[in-house]
């Protein structure tokens, strides 16, 4: 479900997990939280819809939410991360931008944050 491609003039979420939380976790996490979005929209809207990037090594996951269904896996993923991992486990910055290749070139300091 990942767009692999730039996106231009999006929403986006941009977390950054802090050392020892497990990134194979956080990845299961993603994909059970897209699930659930998938439960309440369909597979085919989350498959159109959702967007997303990982980098495990810089410990970044990067989420559309230009759209309702990308604003709902924010949501729900945040929510699962929150109870899994612990809110002090992971920083999340809001920014206006393309979904990147790479997640941790997405911006690092920008307007609404957490």
């Given at each position: 479900m990942n767009t692999g491609s730039a996106?231009?003039?999006?929403?986006v979420y941009r977390l950054t997990f802090e050392i020892p939380v497990d990134m194979e976790a956080v990845e299961e996490t993603l994909l059970l939280a897209i699930l659930a979005v998938g439960c309440l929209y369909?597979?085919?809207?989350?498959?159109?819809?959702?967007?997303?990037?990982?980098?495990t090594d810089a410990r970044v996951v990067v989420i559309d939410g230009s759209t309702d269904i990308g604003c709902a896996v924010a949501r729900i993923f945040i929510g699962f991360c929150t109870r899994e991992f612990g809110?002090?486990?992971?920083?999340?910055?809001?920014?206006?931008?393309?979904?990147?290749?790479?997640p941790s070139t997405a911006k690092q300091a920008c307007g609404a944050g957490t």
């Amino acid at each position: 479900m990942n767009t692999g491609s730039a996106r231009t003039g999006r929403t986006v979420y941009r977390l950054t997990f802090e050392i020892p939380v497990d990134m194979e976790a956080v990845e299961e996490t993603l994909l059970l939280a897209i699930l659930a979005v998938g439960c309440l929209y369909g597979d085919a809207a989350v498959r159109l819809d959702a967007g997303y990037a990982i980098d495990t090594d810089a410990r970044v996951v990067v989420i559309d939410g230009s759209t309702d269904i990308g604003c709902a896996v924010a949501r729900i993923f945040i929510g699962f991360c929150t109870r899994e991992f612990g809110g002090d486990t992971f920083s999340m910055v809001r920014a206006d931008g393309p979904v990147p290749k790479r997640p941790s070139t997405a911006k690092q300091a920008c307007g609404a944050g957490t």
